[in-house]
């Protein structure tokens, strides 16, 4: 287990352009995990989860338009816009070290970080503590990123690794588009935890052969890891995504119109994942497969 305090992925975020139960039950289709949780926050948006255990995909809806229209903030408003992912939360079992290490690490480059930010649900009693540490993290090319240390709803949410339906087991790492790949990868490598998430940096003109298409700076994939990466793509492909070219080996499904999401999908050992986060994160994380599957 690495002594540096460091994070690791935990939740790509995007918005969709669907009702949002819409949106899950099309996910849920293809045979993923979701989350039962649907959160609703102002200004007039609702939030979904697609387990990638224990990590996650978020997905944003607009429920109430006038409310988003009267508050949204001009970043807020872009995002949506986007039709892609366009920020990403890291998850640390302590914010404020990674705080501390990275300011330590920074400062003498000119670079402050801000300060560390706490927030509580509205359910929380007073004089609990709060529910949420967060961070950002400006230096960060490619993308919004934050760090999250979650005390809510407690450490059990974290005890699981979950098998979906369709061989899903783990999300892998992602692609990033990037002015600069060997700037952008010293700057991530500074706060990511080794060995647990792959994290890919190409220009515009290294992407553009590869997917078939330009994409200006950001997260342009998500890659996945499966049991079985054909019944994975069968079930995607059933729900409304469409095939690509693959990706170097790697099954290749282009972005949903509904949220611009592009996923890559190779196959993985749900033992040999847990070792290496067993041996970077000291994790020990229990296996949790669908209810009708044999083992």
């Not at 995007?14 to 979701?34: C, K, V």
């Not at 990511?192 to 992407?207: N, Y």
Request: glycine share 8%.
């Amino acid at each position: 287990m690495t002594e540096r305090p460091l994070a690791r992925l935990n939740n790509p975020i995007t918005f969709a352009d669907a009702p949002l139960e819409r949106h899950l039950d099309r996910y849920r289709r293809a045979g993923f995990w979701l989350s039962d949780h649907i959160a609703d926050w102002d200004p007039g948006l609702r939030t979904g989860f697609v387990d990638l255990w224990p990590e996650y995909l978020e997905l944003l809806t607009v429920a109430d338009e006038d409310a988003f229209a009267d508050r949204a903030d001009p970043d807020l408003r872009h995002d949506r816009a986007g039709g892609r992912i366009h920020a990403v939360e890291l998850y640390s079992e302590d914010t404020t070290a990674v705080h501390a290490a990275l300011s330590g690490e920074l400062s003498d480059e000119g670079v402050t970080l801000p300060v560390v930010t706490e927030a509580s649900l509205a359910t929380t009693p007073p004089g609990a503590g709060p529910d949420f540490y967060f961070l950002d993290l400006p230096q960060l090319p490619g993308t919004r990123a934050t760090v999250m240390t979650s005390t809510f709803p407690g450490t059990a949410m974290r005890r699981y690794l979950k098998v979906a339906p369709n061989g899903v087991f783990a999300l892998a790492g992602l692609t990033l588009v990037v002015e600069d790949p060997e700037r952008a990868g010293a700057a991530w490598a500074r706060v990511t935890a080794p060995g647990v998430h792959g994290l890919r940096f190409l220009t515009t003109r290294q992407w553009e052969p590869a997917a078939g298409v330009r994409e200006s700076p950001g997260v342009v994939c998500l890659h996945l890891l499966s049991e079985d990466p054909g019944r994975t793509l069968a079930a995607m492909l059933e729900a409304g995504w469409t095939r690509g070219h693959d990706l170097d080996g790697r099954i290749h499904l282009l972005p949903h119109p509904e949220d611009g999401v592009r996923f890559t999908v190779e196959r993985g050992s749900v033992e040999e994942w847990l070792a290496a986060r067993r041996e970077v994160l000291g994790e020990e994380l229990e296996v949790r497969y669908p209810p009708d599957r044999e083992r």
